[in-house]
Structures are given as C-alpha cells and as structure tokens.
C-alpha cells in the first residue's frame, strides 16, 4: 500500500493544524495505511518533509490528496510545484489524487451539517474562503444551488474573500437582513483566521439585523471519507493499464 498525504493550504490559526491532523488520521484509519499532513504554507512539514515522514516509514510512494474545495490558483500552479519539488528532492514515488472539490459528495456532507446544527427550515449562508477564479467562484454559486436543492431551503453563498455578490461580514450583514434566522455553514477544512473573523462578528451582525444567527464549525472529520476516497481513486486510475 501507499501512503497517505494530505495537502493543505496552510493557516497561521494556531490550531488550524491540528485539525488537518485529525482529519488526516481519521482517512488513515479507514484507509488501513500510514498518512502525514503537509501544508502548501504557514504550517509544517511542506509536500517534501512529509514524503521524508513517509520514506522513513518504510514507504517508497504515497498518493497525495490536496485538501482544497476549488480547482484555482493553489490547485492549478502550487500544488503541482509542490509536487515537483518533493518528487526531486526525495525519490518517493508521489500520484496526485483529486482534490476535495464541490462535487455531489460534499453536498451530502454540508446538508448532514446543516440538518445536525440548523433549526428546520432556516436558511444557510454557505461561507466558503472565496477565490478571484471567477469559474471557480461559479461553481461554489453552484454548490450553494446544489446544497439548497438537497435541503429544500434557501441556501445563500457569501465568500470570505474573492468574487461575489456579497462578500465577507458585509455580505453575512446583508444576508441576514430582513431574516428572522439565518445559520453559517464554512466551507472551511479546520479553522482559519477568516472562519474566525466571521464568526467573532456575529453578535455585533445579530444586533444590527435582529436576526437570530447560528452557526457550524469546520468540516475537518467530516470529509474523512471524502479523503480516503480520493485516494483509492487515484490507486485505481495509476493502476489502470489504459
């Protein structure tokens, strides 16, 4: 078997890492393999420490699964430099996985959120990082459609940053209003400085909408199977003689 790598964004939140951590273990153990988290910035190790962690163990290649919602910039250029530099520098034999992305899958995994945390019927603000890849920010709008389809409710998309209609606290402020309810779903892996700056604000966003604002913590564990999918894809496909 081969290893297992996740391949985060990187946060300088002093716990965002461990919560890639748990995630991270929690893939392994359904996977049955050994498995480091490794973070594109921020957080350590880098792809290439952790194919060292990996060599050390025993392992001669791992399959690398990036922890990321969106096919943009950190999909498209660093992970495959990442790749390229690890693969140079250790030896070890790296196959990329797909990433997380906003497929029917994480629909499943944010309606299981908003059912376990949400009042029935009240609508979503779906937080997402947010990106300035504006076919990447299409899919999230669809992802929100998708997610409102499965919970039969309205379902608002308002990125951290990036491209949008409604941006960051000034977007949840003008989602919330004339709401009697409303509850944030992050699309966040672990927690993050920009979740937290959301979440902080709430109050203050509660006091001047009159609305009642509850809201989700990241997805971490959730997506272990999400991860652990990932990667026997990737087996079967490097496997696959055509």
Do not use: C
Request: no cysteine.
């Amino acid at each position: 078997m081969q290893a297992l790598i996740t391949l985060s964004h990187g946060s300088r939140h002093d716990v965002a890492q461990r919560g890639v951590e748990r995630l991270t273990a929690a893939a392994a153990i359904t996977l049955g393999v050994e498995a480091v988290d490794a973070h594109l910035e921020f957080n350590t190790p880098d792809l290439a420490g952790a194919a060292e962690v990996a060599a050390d163990a025993g392992y001669t290649s791992a399959v690398v699964v990036p922890l990321l919602f969106t096919r943009a910039f950190h999909a498209t250029v660093d992970v495959p430099a990442a790749l390229r530099e690890a693969r140079a520098a250790t030896g070890v034999q790296l196959t990329l996985a797909n990433g997380l992305g906003q497929g029917a899958d994480i629909v499943n995994v944010l309606a299981r959120r908003v059912w376990r945390d949400s009042p029935p019927s009240v609508p979503v603000i779906l937080y997402p990082v947010g990106t300035s890849n504006l076919e990447a920010a299409a899919r999230t709008t669809a992802l929100g459609a998708a997610l409102a389809e499965k919970l039969d409710r309205e379902v608002t998309v308002v990125p951290a940053t990036g491209a949008g209609d409604l941006i960051g606290n000034p977007g949840i402020e003008a989602a919330a209003r004339d709401r009697e309810r409303m509850h944030l779903l992050p699309l966040f892996v672990t927690d993050g400085l920009l979740l937290n700056r959301a979440t902080r604000d709430l109050g203050r966003i509660q006091d001047a909408t009159g609305a009642i604002l509850t809201h989700s913590a990241p997805l971490t564990t959730d997506l272990s199977d999400i991860v652990a999918s990932r990667y026997r894809e990737a087996l079967s496909e490097s496997s696959d003689p055509t």
